[in-house]
């Protein structure tokens, strides 16, 4: 019951915080002398930096490679061999 009781008063003081903060004068949207500031254009892309790819492997050069290994799977299995000395050392 008294965590209840303290809940409810930090409520109360939370709800009456927030409505001390609105203000009481508002101008009325339906009023056309109404002074409004001005619309601005900022465009989504204006901080854009196009990515850089870097240098293109030659597609032939990069078959060969993995030809040489034996295709995809020779590929993984270099990777895994690399891998186990790594793995061995933080043992």
């Known amino acids: 019951m008294k965590h209840r009781f303290i809940y409810l008063i930090a409520l109360a003081a939370l709800a009456a915080g927030t409505a001390s903060a609105q203000s009481g004068t508002r101008a009325n ?3 056309p002398e ?3 500031p001005p619309a601005t254009y900022r465009s989504a892309l204006e901080g854009f930096r196009r990515h ?4 293109r492997a030659n597609w032939r050069e990069a078959n060969e490679a993995a030809a040489r290994v034996g295709g995809h799977i020779g590929i993984l ?3 895994a061999a690399r891998e186990k000395p790594a793995q061995a050392e933080r043992k």
């Open 77 to 79: 299995r270099e990777q």
């Open 29 to 31: 949207p339906a009023d």
């Open 34 to 36: 109404v002074r409004v």
């Open 52 to 55: 850089d790819e870097g240098r």
